[in-house]
């Protein structure tokens, strides 16, 4: 979509530095580094101040003025997330019209809302509930009781199943599979016994998860995630766990059962909690951190077991001298021979 400058400076209150032309038409939106005359560019980064004295955008998103950047400078605060409200008016996203696939095999006893989209092959069972304007790509699978809220997406190949519930807004990425059993064993002789997982899923308004991720049902309570929380690839959340809003579940992180965690927690790539805690609200763990008790106090934490931050970092720098202090203490022990 095509718009002008001035409709985006009115809808987003952006504050330009200098005076344009009122028909000024925005025609994309690039890097600094590749964006051409008639783009819109953006500069939330220091590491590449260089290149926005050298872009060829004719606009620029930023914080505050920098002097020297011949583009029009639009100043506002939080120009990231105003750039990514610009890119989802600029480029709405464009699902299948409402239809149902011949192929696909809806239950009797389905309810299935206005304007929604049922793909090719896709399965919808006994006593689910699917909401308006939501779309199921291909070969989905919505088990027995699952519900989805209004204008949620399911991409190809998504499993919910039974009793699994999604709010409004959900999207759930390809080949993701939510309500599958936990893993509950009880543990007779050397032999592993079953425990049914009799809990079910609960997914609040606004969620994202990617694809090849996995969310297992509760065992005897509900697995929950909480209202705009955004779960990247591949990413496995244990029966039971509850998460609170707004949280970041970075690729490849594990969370153990029955672990909590607050509002606004980040878990970065390859970290995880074992199971049974209690994480606090704004808290962080960094890339490859494990969390193995409560941490209830917000900040950054880092390393196996997870520590605070700067503690973790001293540490790291202390190891790195080990081998310098141990010759040392070898030439001192020469000395001493002497």
């Known amino acids: 979509m095509i718009l ?6 009115e809808e987003f209150s952006l504050q330009p530095q ?22 819109l560019s ?15 955008a004719s606009a620029v998103l930023l914080e505050e003025p920098v002097a020297g950047c011949k583009a029009i400078q639009l100043v506002v605060k939080n120009p990231y997330a105003v750039l990514a409200r610009i890119l989802q008016k600029m480029f709405p996203e464009h ?14 006893k389905a309810t299935i809302g206005e304007n929604c989209y049922i793909g090719p092959h896709c399965i919808v069972s006994d006593d689910a509930v699917i909401g308006p304007g939501t779309s199921l790509m291909g070969n989905c699978h919505v088990g027995k009781g699952s519900t989805l809220g209004e204008k949620c997406v399911l991409y190809p190949s998504v499993t919910l199943y039974h009793h699994v519930h999604l709010g409004d807004r959900v999207r759930v990425h390809a080949n993701s599979v939510i309500g599958s059993d936990g893993f509950g064993y009880a543990q007779d002789n050397g032999v592993h016994i079953k425990i049914p997982q009799l809990g079910g899923v609960r997914i609040e308004h606004d969620v ?38 707004h949280c970041l ?15 606004h927690v980040i878990f970065a790539g390859q970290s995880g909690a074992v199971g049974h805690l209690k994480i606090g609200d704004k808290t962080a763990f960094m890339v490859r951190a494990v969390a193995t008790k409560d941490t ?11 520590r605070p931050a700067d503690q973790h970092h001293r540490e790291k720098a202390l190891i790195r001298r080990m081998d310098r202090l141990r010759k040392k203490v070898c030439e001192l022990e020469k000395c001493l021979k002497k």
């Open 296 to 306: 209830p106090k917000p900040g950054y934490y880092a390393g196996f077991p997870a």
């Open 95 to 108: 699902l299948p019209p409402p239809a149902i696939h011949p192929t696909a095999v809806i239950s009797d």
């Open 208 to 245: 994202e998860i990617g694809s090849n991720t996995s969310i297992d049902r509760g065992a005897q309570l509900d697995t929950i995630i909480g209202e705009g929380t955004k779960i990247d690839n591949c990413v496995q959340i244990g029966h039971g766990v509850q998460t609170g809003k």
């Open 4 to 9: 002008k400058l001035k409709t985006l400076v």
């Open 18 to 39: 200098s005076s344009f032309d009122d028909d000024f038409v925005v025609t994309g939106v690039n890097t600094l580094k590749n964006a051409a005359e008639g783009e």
């Open 249 to 263: 579940l970075i690729a490849q992180t594990g969370i153990a059962g029955s672990t909590m965690l607050g509002n």
């Open 42 to 56: 953006f500069f939330t980064n220091k590491k590449y101040r260089s290149d926005l004295f050298e872009t060829r």
